[in-house]
């Protein structure tokens, strides 16, 4: 059974960093490319950060986040993370782990929460 567990969400001041991580089972992400997405309340789930698999590790950033977010991936560990510096409220979001660009339903885990006051 695959899953996808994701840790790290906290609350934090505006400005604060917080570096989530995404620890996989059931399944090897090396060869996959993974994403970060979130889900703000009232709002549509959004992709905001991507990694290619296969060594080469591009990463894309949505514009909301670029210059902030970092996106990483230890594929020893079956993990992925989520660096996110100069947090902003409108940061606040369920975020969740899953490939990308195309996640797969399935594969959808808890998330975890992000909360930034201001």
Partial sequence: QVQLVESGGDLV???GSLRLSC???GI???MLGMGWYRQAPGKQRE???AITSGGTNNENYSDSVKGRFTISRDNAKNTVYLQMDNLKPEDTAVYYCNIAPRPLA???GQGTQVTVSS
């Fill in 47 to 49: 992709l905001v950060a």
């Fill in 23 to 25: 620890a996989a089972s």
């Fill in 106 to 108: 399935q594969f959808w």
């Fill in 28 to 30: 090897d992400i090396s």
């Fill in 13 to 15: 001041q505006a400005g």
